[in-house]
């Protein structure tokens, strides 16, 4: 199929969705300026994940660990959705049935308007007690001490996802059960080599769904996928949705 013609197919099956999932990626928030993690040049380039991104290395030095994140936090914050956020909002607006699949921790797709969203690797927009496990979105202010402590004098951490841990039960079976019933899967500016996270769109496909993949270029999944349109998601989503509900 020409590119023009897997465009089509994409928005016709988009427009016809009773139930449609998306899975995304760093790649849809890079347009908003947060540096992706894996890619040359990004996060883990530049810092030591066994140090900032392991409870080994937190606990180590809690105190680094915090403020490194502190940093991120405010970029993070900082940032506003771009138009492939607003996209995924829209179309949560416009099908019978949406969820949103993400293993981004930065909070733009609710930014942007999202509800139906499923964080398998967290919020950087919470802290969560290491011992109680509850969560708040009460983050240190700069000039607190840190590390912060909860009030039954446990550390507080990030409520994200580090190496080693496993995912949010609830969240990975939220994900799953979407990939089950979907009819319609898009998988948006992910490399889809990150585990289990990489096997929910091959879940949906192998259930009957049609799989859509947005992404600058090839990925783990490209040969198994239905449709592949090779752009930025803030220009292929909303042309996406204009075209799948004109």
Same mark, same amino acid.
């Given at each position: 199929? #020409?590119?023009?013609? @897997?465009?089509?197919?994409?928005?016709? /099956?988009?427009?016809?969705?009773?139930?449609?999932?998306?899975? #995304?990626?760093?790649?849809?928030?890079?347009?908003?300026?947060?540096?992706?993690?894996?890619?040359?040049?990004?996060?883990?380039? %530049?810092?030591? =994940? *066994?140090?900032?991104?392991?409870?080994?290395?937190?606990?180590?030095?809690? *105190?680094?660990?915090?403020?490194?994140?502190?940093?991120?936090?405010?970029?993070?914050?900082?940032?506003?959705?771009?138009?492939?956020?607003?996209?995924?909002?829209? !179309?949560?607006?416009?099908?019978? =049935?949406?969820?949103?699949? %993400? @293993?981004?921790?930065?909070?733009?797709? @609710?930014?942007?308007?999202?509800?139906?969203?499923? +964080?398998?690797?967290?919020?950087?927009?919470?802290?969560?007690?290491?011992? +109680?496990?509850?969560?708040?979105?009460?983050?240190?202010?700069?000039? &607190?001490? !840190?590390?912060?402590?909860?009030?039954?004098?446990?550390?507080?951490?990030? &409520?994200?996802?580090?190496?080693?841990?496993?995912?949010?039960?609830?969240?990975?079976?939220?994900?799953?059960?979407? /990939?089950?019933?979907?009819?319609?899967? !898009?998988?948006?500016?992910?490399?889809?080599?990150? @585990?289990? =996270?990489?096997?929910?769109?091959?879940?949906?496909?192998?259930?009957?769904?049609?799989?859509?993949?947005?992404?600058?270029?090839? #990925?783990?999944?490209?040969?198994?996928?239905?449709?592949?349109?090779?752009?930025?998601?803030?220009? /292929?989503?909303?042309?996406?949705?204009? =075209?799948?509900?004109?």
């Amino acid at each position: 199929m #020409t590119e023009q013609e @897997q465009f089509d197919k994409a928005a016709e /099956a988009i427009g016809r969705a009773k139930h449609l999932a998306v899975l #995304t990626g760093a790649g849809i928030s890079r347009e908003s300026g947060i540096h992706t993690f894996r890619e040359k040049g990004g996060v883990w380039d %530049t810092v030591d =994940a *066994e140090k900032m991104a392991t409870l080994e290395g937190f606990l180590a030095d809690p *105190e680094k660990v915090w403020k490194w994140y502190m940093g991120r936090y405010e970029s993070v914050t900082a940032a506003r959705p771009n138009p492939g956020h607003t996209a995924m909002a829209e !179309l949560e607006r416009r099908v019978p =049935a949406f969820t949103l699949i %993400t @293993q981004n921790i930065d909070g733009l797709h @609710q930014a942007a308007g999202s509800v139906n969203v499923v +964080e398998l690797h967290g919020s950087i927009r919470r802290i969560r007690c290491l011992d +109680e496990g509850t969560t708040s979105s009460e983050w240190p202010r700069p000039g &607190d001490a !840190l590390p912060p402590r909860c009030k039954c004098g446990a550390l507080l951490r990030p &409520d994200v996802v580090w190496f080693g841990e496993s995912l949010p039960e609830r969240a990975i079976s939220d994900a799953f059960d979407a /990939a089950g019933s979907c009819d319609v899967m !898009l998988v948006v500016g992910t490399s889809a080599i990150v @585990q289990p =996270a990489g096997y929910i769109p091959i879940e949906a496909g192998q259930n009957g769904a049609f799989v859509i993949e947005v992404n600058p270029e090839e #990925t783990a999944i490209t040969s198994l996928v239905h449709v592949s349109i090779f752009e930025n998601a803030g220009s /292929a989503l909303p042309r996406l949705v204009e =075209a799948a509900f004109k």
